[in-house]
Structures are given as structure tokens and as C-alpha cells.
């Protein structure tokens, strides 16, 4: 007989294992399944995010940070480095010590709270006596039974057609982050989050970075005149952008790709590089779930068909996260798995997506969450705008990192915050503050009525809310 449970999350990414504790914390049997294998073979919990994704990433660009202060920042403040030189493969190490120390730390809190975990490839087999059967194909291959299943199997980077993924020469995000040696020359195609991330690194640590981007504008989904900041950034630092071209045939050698494009001229060109990072977006993973077994439905992307509840076509199976719809984001997910967890236990999870936060870790920072400008004019939304410049904060000239500005935009009649827009130091985290304030349906006014410290970043939010009513004290 098939072990029982209530709970089976299929994925053990930040929906899977965060929708996991929480059943578990709501007095529920919970199993989950993850077949990620770290080096040597064993379980590497977390999914893509915390394996090559959200942290690896931030642990390099970190480290690359680092080495850019100390190579061209630090003699600012009477700080003189000699024989700087880099130890890529050191690195390295460092970023994957960080995801092994996640992973561990995923694997201790299923102990502490209970949750049975299997190592392999989760499927279904079959919908029997109230519950979902599910196959779990690792080292050893067992069924197990569940009266309520959380989909949360993730997301995949999308490959150029006829261009598949070599992650030698051609990578994706995996690639990008295991790279041995500093390439002389990287490419990009997309300026996309993961894009940008991954070009930042490489550019601070020596590589010649240029990205090909096929919209006609940069960063199309950001607040225009936040993008527009972030690319006289990016270009200031030494990125090479070009935006509407098409790209062309690809071919890659032993030790080199070349890129033939069109530029937005219209005019033939070709790009030689050592490497050639891929980052046009993600697609849904359902690789091996046989969703074909239970009637699962999927839609024309491949993603699974979910309501506003995250609930599937068939009773009691749910899903969440980038195999849904909605923005592909770990805290997205990790909201979605809370959600799904109460809502079997009869309570009422709610996620909101208007109040969830996006982020782009490169330097400066880019930060927002509700509405764009643009998206407001769209609308016909009447609308006041206030926006602070960072060269006008004391503690970022104090830090000597005055680059971007706060942007805030309230309803015209209500004054109800509608979005904020941060490029900047801190902007992940300078963010939070603007998403409770959204989430409680907070006037531009509330924000610039609490005080806040001096000296301090968040005092540009303040300045922000306060410019909203042209009222700004330090601009």
C-alpha cells in the first residue's frame, strides 16, 4: 500500500517548499518532491532559484561588486589596493558554498516541521478513491498517495529556435553562472533580469559586454523614466546596448559564437564573442509531470490552467508559481504556495499582484511595484507624479553612490499611491516600505507625513511622496 497523505507539493522551488511548511504548519501530512541533485548526486532543495537562479546570482554579483569597489572606487576614499587580481574559480566556490548552505537550510526546516521529503521525479499516475497517486522516479522508483496536490514544478529558459542551449558556448542562466575564466567578450541576447544580472557580473569582472535587445525601447516594462536613467547608467559603465535589432543565425565554434543580426538601421551586422548568454524569457516546466494521466489542463504556452485561487481543472490539485500565470518571481511564488496551503485549510489566502515587488539586483538597482506611468496613461487614469533625485539624499553622497531617483504616482483625486519606481542604491530594499504602504491603500501624504531617519536612503521616499504635491524640502 501506497504511503498517505494530505499534501503532496510536485517541485520543491520556493512555491513547492514554502507551500509545504505551511500545510505542514496547518496540521496537515505533507510530502514533497524535489529530483534537483546537487554535485555529488544528493538533493539540492530550492529549485531554480536558490540552485541557479535568485541566489547564486546575487552571490556573484556581490562578489563582482567587491572587486569593482576595490579596483575603481575605494582610492575615493584614501584606500590604495595594490596587485588587485581576481581568483575566479574561488569565486566560485564561494557562490556555491551559498547555495549548499540554502539548500541545507531548506532540507532542516522540512525536519522541523515535519514534512516528508522524496528525492526524484514527481508524476501523476492516476486519480483513485479521492485522492492523486504520484510517481516519485529518483534512485529507487515508489508510489505515493495524496488527497490534495500543489503543482509547483517551475520554469525553464527559453532557447532561440534552432538554437539550442550548449552551456558551453551558448548559455543560459545556468551557463552563465558556472562560467570557469572571465570571457573577453560575453553577449546578450534579451535585456531581460537575468540578462542584465549576468552581464553586470561579467562586465565589473573584465569582460566586454554587448546586449542585443529586438524592442524598440529598453526595459519595456519599467517605468520609462526610470529605464531611461538606468540605460544612461548602463552605458556610462561601459554595457554596449542596442535595441530593435532581429537577430539572425547563430554559430557557435569550439571557442566562439558569432551573432548575425540586424541593427535597428536596418543594416547587416555581426557580433563575434566568446560567449553567448541567452535571456528571452522562461517557459513552463511540465517535463515529466504526465498531466495527460489525470486530465490536467494545460494552455497554449504549456503553462498549467489555474483560476484566481490557483485551483486546476480537477478537484483538490492546485498549482503556483512560474508553471502558472503571472509574473515569474520567487516571492510570487512563495505567496501563491502560503495562499494555496491555507485556502485547503479552509482559510482564505489572498495574493494580491498589484503589490508585488520586482526587482533588478544590477548597479544601480531598479525596483518598482503597481502601476508605470505609462500604464496609467493607457488607462486614463487622472494621476500626480513626485519624483526625488538621489544626488540630493546625503547619505548617498555619503556612500558616493548618488545614481537614479525615487518616483512616486498617486491617484490625482484620492491621492491613493498607484506605484512607485526606484533606480538606485538599495532599491530591493528601499521597495518594501512602498509595498506596505500599497498594501494598506496609503496616501502619498501618509508617506510624507512619517518621519523618517536622517541620514538615510529611505528619507528620498519621503522627499518623493512630498514632491507628489510639490512640496519637496531637499529638491
Same mark, same amino acid.
Given at each position: 500500500?501506497?504511503?498517505?497523505?494530505?499534501?503532496?507539493?510536485?517541485?520543491?522551488?520556493? $512555491?513547492?517548499?514554502?507551500?509545504?511548511?505551511?500545510?505542514?504548519?496547518?496540521?496537515?501530512?505533507?510530502?514533497?518532491?524535489?529530483?534537483?541533485?546537487?554535485?555529488?548526486?544528493?538533493?539540492?532543495?530550492?529549485?531554480?532559484?536558490?540552485?541557479?537562479?535568485?541566489?547564486? *546570482?546575487?552571490?556573484?554579483?556581490?562578489?563582482? %561588486?567587491?572587486?569593482?569597489?576595490?579596483?575603481?572606487?575605494?582610492?575615493?576614499?584614501?584606500?590604495?589596493?595594490?596587485?588587485?587580481?581576481?581568483?575566479?574559480?574561488?569565486?566560485?566556490?564561494?557562490?556555491?558554498?551559498?547555495?549548499?548552505?540554502?539548500?541545507?537550510?531548506?532540507?532542516?526546516?522540512?525536519?522541523?516541521?515535519?514534512?516528508?521529503?522524496?528525492?526524484?521525479?514527481? @508524476?501523476?499516475? !492516476?486519480?483513485?478513491?479521492?485522492?492523486?497517486?504520484?510517481?516519485?522516479?529518483?534512485? @529507487?522508483? %515508489?508510489?505515493? *498517495? $495524496?488527497?490534495?496536490?500543489?503543482? @509547483?514544478?517551475?520554469?525553464?529558459?527559453?532557447?532561440?529556435?534552432?538554437?539550442?542551449?550548449?552551456?558551453?558556448?551558448?548559455? @543560459?542562466?545556468?551557463?552563465?553562472?558556472?562560467?570557469?575564466?572571465?570571457?573577453?567578450?560575453?553577449?546578450?541576447?534579451? *535585456?531581460?533580469?537575468?540578462?542584465?544580472?549576468?552581464?553586470?557580473?561579467?562586465?565589473?569582472?573584465?569582460?566586454?559586454?554587448?546586449?542585443?535587445?529586438?524592442?524598440?525601447?529598453?526595459?519595456?516594462?519599467?517605468?520609462?523614466?526610470?529605464?531611461?536613467?538606468?540605460?544612461?547608467?548602463?552605458?556610462?559603465?561601459?554595457?554596449?546596448?542596442?535595441?530593435?535589432?532581429?537577430?539572425?543565425?547563430?554559430?557557435?565554434?569550439?571557442?566562439?559564437?558569432?551573432?548575425?543580426?540586424?541593427?535597428?538601421?536596418?543594416?547587416?551586422?555581426?557580433?563575434?564573442?566568446?560567449?553567448?548568454?541567452?535571456?528571452?524569457?522562461?517557459?513552463?516546466?511540465?517535463?515529466?509531470?504526465?498531466?495527460?494521466?489525470?486530465?490536467?489542463?494545460?494552455?497554449?504556452?504549456?503553462?498549467?490552467?489555474?483560476?484566481?485561487?490557483?485551483?486546476?481543472?480537477?478537484?483538490?490539485?492546485?498549482?503556483?508559481?512560474?508553471?502558472?500565470?503571472?509574473?515569474?518571481?520567487?516571492?510570487?511564488?512563495?505567496?501563491?504556495?502560503?495562499?494555496?496551503?491555507?485556502?485547503?485549510?479552509?482559510?482564505?489566502?489572498?495574493?494580491?499582484?498589484?503589490?508585488?515587488?520586482?526587482?533588478?539586483?544590477?548597479?544601480?538597482?531598479?525596483?518598482?511595484?503597481?502601476?508605470?506611468?505609462?500604464?496609467?496613461?493607457?488607462?486614463?487614469?487622472?494621476?500626480?507624479?513626485?519624483?526625488?533625485?538621489?544626488?540630493?539624499?546625503?547619505?548617498?553622497?555619503?556612500?558616493?553612490?548618488?545614481?537614479?531617483?525615487?518616483?512616486?504616482?498617486?491617484?490625482? !483625486?484620492?491621492?491613493?499611491?498607484?506605484?512607485?519606481?526606484?533606480?538606485?542604491?538599495?532599491?530591493?530594499?528601499?521597495?518594501?516600505?512602498?509595498?506596505?504602504?500599497?498594501?494598506?491603500?496609503?496616501?502619498?501624504?501618509?508617506?510624507?507625513?512619517?518621519?523618517?531617519?536622517?541620514? *538615510?536612503?529611505?528619507?528620498?521616499?519621503? %522627499?518623493?511622496?512630498?514632491?507628489?504635491?510639490?512640496?519637496?524640502?531637499?529638491?
Amino acid at each position: 500500500m501506497s504511503k498517505q497523505f494530505d499534501v503532496i507539493a510536485i517541485g520543491g522551488g520556493p $512555491g513547492g517548499y514554502i507551500g509545504a511548511i505551511r500545510a505542514a504548519q496547518l496540521g496537515f501530512n505533507v510530502a514533497c518532491i524535489d529530483e534537483w541533485k546537487n554535485s555529488k548526486g544528493g538533493p539540492a532543495l530550492g529549485g531554480t532559484c536558490t540552485n541557479v537562479g535568485c541566489i547564486p *546570482s546575487k552571490a556573484l554579483l556581490q562578489s563582482s %561588486e567587491n572587486y569593482d569597489q576595490a579596483g575603481n572606487h575605494f582610492a575615493e576614499h584614501g584606500i590604495e589596493v595594490k596587485g588587485l587580481s581576481l581568483d575566479v574559480a574561488k569565486m566560485v566556490g564561494r557562490k556555491d558554498t551559498v547555495v549548499k548552505q540554502n539548500n541545507d537550510g531548506i532540507a532542516y526546516l522540512f525536519k522541523k516541521n515535519k514534512v516528508t521529503f522524496f528525492h526524484g521525479r514527481g @508524476s501523476f499516475v !492516476a486519480a483513485k478513491d479521492g485522492s492523486y497517486q504520484i510517481k516519485v522516479a529518483g534512485a @529507487s522508483e %515508489e508510489i505515493i *498517495s $495524496g488527497k490534495h496536490i500543489i503543482v @509547483s514544478t517551475g520554469s525553464n529558459a527559453r532557447a532561440l529556435p534552432g538554437t539550442p542551449f550548449d552551456e558551453v558556448n551558448i548559455l @543560459s542562466n545556468e551557463g552563465a553562472l558556472g562560467l570557469g575564466a572571465v570571457p573577453k567578450k560575453l553577449g546578450l541576447i534579451g *535585456s531581460g533580469v537575468i540578462g542584465l544580472e549576468m552581464g553586470s557580473v561579467w562586465r565589473r569582472l573584465g569582460a566586454e559586454v554587448t546586449v542585443l535587445e529586438a524592442l524598440p525601447v529598453f526595459l519595456g516594462a519599467v517605468d520609462q523614466q526610470i529605464a531611461k536613467e538606468a540605460h544612461k547608467a548602463f552605458l556610462k559603465q561601459g554595457l554596449k546596448i542596442e535595441l530593435g535589432v532581429k537577430v539572425g543565425e547563430i554559430k557557435s565554434g569550439k571557442k566562439s559564437v558569432s551573432v548575425a543580426y540586424v541593427d535597428a538601421r536596418g543594416e547587416a551586422q555581426t557580433l563575434e564573442v566568446d560567449k553567448l548568454i541567452v535571456s528571452i524569457g522562461r517557459v513552463a516546466n511540465t517535463i515529466g509531470l504526465a498531466p495527460e494521466t489525470v486530465g490536467l489542463k494545460l494552455d497554449e504556452r504549456g503553462a498549467i490552467v489555474v483560476d484566481d485561487e490557483c485551483k486546476t481543472n480537477l478537484p483538490n490539485v492546485w498549482a503556483v508559481g512560474d508553471v502558472v500565470r503571472g509574473p515569474m518571481l520567487a516571492h510570487k511564488a512563495e505567496e501563491e504556495g502560503v495562499a494555496v496551503a491555507e485556502r485547503i485549510a479552509g482559510q482564505h489566502g489572498h495574493v494580491n499582484f498589484n503589490t508585488i515587488p520586482w526587482v533588478i539586483y544590477t548597479n544601480p538597482e531598479i525596483a518598482w511595484v503597481g502601476q508605470t506611468e505609462e500604464q496609467l496613461k493607457t488607462a486614463g487614469r487622472a494621476y500626480k507624479a513626485g519624483v526625488f533625485p538621489f544626488m540630493a539624499n546625503g547619505r548617498a553622497r555619503a556612500m558616493g553612490d548618488m545614481t537614479g531617483m525615487v518616483k512616486m504616482l498617486a491617484d490625482a !483625486a484620492t491621492d491613493e499611491i498607484l506605484g512607485v519606481h526606484i533606480v538606485g542604491p538599495l532599491a530591493s530594499e528601499l521597495i518594501a516600505e512602498c509595498v506596505v504602504a500599497m498594501a494598506f491603500h496609503a496616501s502619498s501624504e501618509d508617506i510624507g507625513r512619517i518621519c523618517h531617519a536622517h541620514p *538615510s536612503l529611505s528619507e528620498s521616499t519621503k %522627499e518623493a511622496a512630498l514632491a507628489v504635491e510639490k512640496r519637496s524640502l531637499n529638491f
